[in-house]
């Protein structure tokens, strides 16, 4: 029996950004419940068609959460972790699943063991617990001792996870969330960058306690076989597919998007049997429609997005056709303040979220599309169609980027007389003819033909 992400179409917030939480942590004042405000969003998660959460950073930081200081507490600017467990049990009641971010890989300047080496220097006990710690010579930031920051940003301390001791302390996090918050999973901050050993241990722990849990690592470059193969997780982040979505179109080149699906889940495809987690846009980079040199894409986009293996995401805000660019010294530009209805009210697309919510119904409709195998049939420079087979149900995909309508002969493995109905669109049932379909499609429109 397949996976439960098979079946899931995630909502991804950053907590921080969608609460309105300070920029800094002052890391004395009181719980702030600024996490309660999910509450409301439930309803609009379902209503989008959404069925799991990604949600995160959560715990103790200095600034942007990914500069942990306690990881056994949730971020103060928050709430504390009464709220979040308040948070899943409505989450759950609701059909959403909840995955959390885990930021392993590396600790902010507050967290309390590197406060104690800063008190102590070469007599404190926890020394070990970072890597590249080194009493000859002193860290950008004045210590008396310098180490390894990751990608040399020296707030962001490199954990030494090959130390037991710290192996102990964070596995004794992540127990914890998953028995306090009730959580399906993690997805895992620099993953690619984080020792396998450590990866596979991470894995059996969370195994041994939710046997169902999903566990997703961000790997930017290179074979996500990598994270999935060695290190037993079930899902990394497909960087390859997010490019071309919106490249293909901004270049007219769909060739290029139908490359990496082919390359990717094709008949000989690397990925065929992993649920590679696919968005436009998160946290990290510019909003998709920033990216997008023609708005009458953005339906194209999330259209190609929802119906292509993998499991999709949406990010908080872009199911509006919000814009965001990164630029500056951080990315609180992409992780915006949003309160409901207001986002919906000043939506610079206000039909989109509809349009994706119709998509994400008839995903959740059709088994082909979640769980089906990926057959291209027609790629040219503004058109693509492929198919998607699961058992005997046929989806077949087309898509028109440009602004005329197209008209397409399609190779299908039919019988003749077979016919096709569009789920989307109440047009004339297409017939299959010698081993063909012949498929009109209006100017940036996309059709999904059933049988």
């Keep these: 029996m397949s996976h439960w992400s098979h079946d899931a179409v995630f909502y991804h917030i950053y907590p921080l950004g969608l609460c309105g939480a300070p920029w800094r942590n002052d890391l004395s004042s009181p719980p702030e419940p600024r996490l309660a405000e999910l509450h409301g969003w439930i309803d609009h998660m379902r209503d989008l068609g959404t069925n799991a959460l990604y949600l995160g950073p959560l715990f103790e930081s ?3 959460g990914y500069d942990t200081a306690d990881y056994y507490r949730v971020d103060r600017r928050l709430g504390d972790n009464q709220t979040l467990a308040d948070l899943s ?3 759950h009641t609701a059909g959403i699943r909840l995955i959390l971010d885990g930021v392993f890989n590396h600790v902010g300047r507050d967290f309390w063991a590197f406060r104690d080496l800063q008190s102590n220097s070469a007599a404190s006990a926890y020394r ?6 080194d009493f000859a010579r002193r860290s950008p930031c004045g210590d008396p001792f310098s ?6 940003n020296y707030d962001l301390v490199k954990l030494n996870l090959k130390n037991p001791d710290v192996r102990a302390h964070v596995l004794g996090a992540v127990r914890q969330w998953f028995e306090l918050f009730s959580i399906d999973g993690l997805r895992l901050d620099v993953a690619e960058e984080i020792d396998p050993v450590f990866l596979r241990e991470l894995a059996a722990l969370c195994k041994s306690i939710c046997p169902d849990a999903w566990l997703m690592g961000e790997q930017v470059h290179g074979d996500y076989r990598k994270l999935t193969d060695g290190a037993h997780l079930d899902s990394a982040t497909n960087y390859e597919l997010y490019k071309g979505l919106y490249s293909s179109l901004n270049d007219h080149n769909y060739f290029e998007v139908a490359y990496a699906l082919n390359r990717e889940f094709g008949p000989g495809g690397i990925y065929r049997s992993m649920p590679l987690y696919n968005f436009a846009d998160n946290h990290d980079v510019a909003r998709v429609a920033s990216l997008l040199r023609d708005p009458r894409h953005l339906y194209l986009l999330y259209a190609l997005l929802l119906t292509v293996p993998g499991v999709p995401s949406i990010y908080y805000g872009s199911e509006w ?3 965001g660019t990164k630029g500056g ?4 530009q992409l992780r915006p303040r949003l309160t409901l209805p207001d986002a919906a009210r000043s939506a610079p697309h206000p039909d989109l979220a509809a349009q994706i919510a119709r998509l994400s119904a008839l995903r959740h409709t059709l088994s082909a599309l979640r769980r089906g195998d990926y057959t291209q049939l027609h790629v040219a420079s503004e058109q693509m169609a492929f198919a998607r087979r699961y058992s005997d149900q046929l989806a077949v995909v087309v898509l028109n980027a440009s602004s005329a309508l197209a008209r397409l002969d399609l190779p299908i493995s039919l019988p003749d007389g077979a016919a096709l109905t569009d789920a989307l669109d109440p047009e004339p049932t297409t017939i299959a003819r010698c081993g063909r379909i012949r498929v009109e499609v ?3 429109a996309v059709r999904v033909l059933v049988r």
């Design 329 to 332: 010294a951080d990315d609180w």
């Design 128 to 133: 070990d617990w970072f890597v590249g710690v």
């Design 442 to 444: 209006p100017p940036y």
């Design 62 to 64: 200095s600034a942007h």
């Design 89 to 91: 049990v409505a989450l």
């Design 321 to 323: 056709g919000m814009s």
């Design 147 to 152: 180490y390894t920051a990751w990608a040399g």
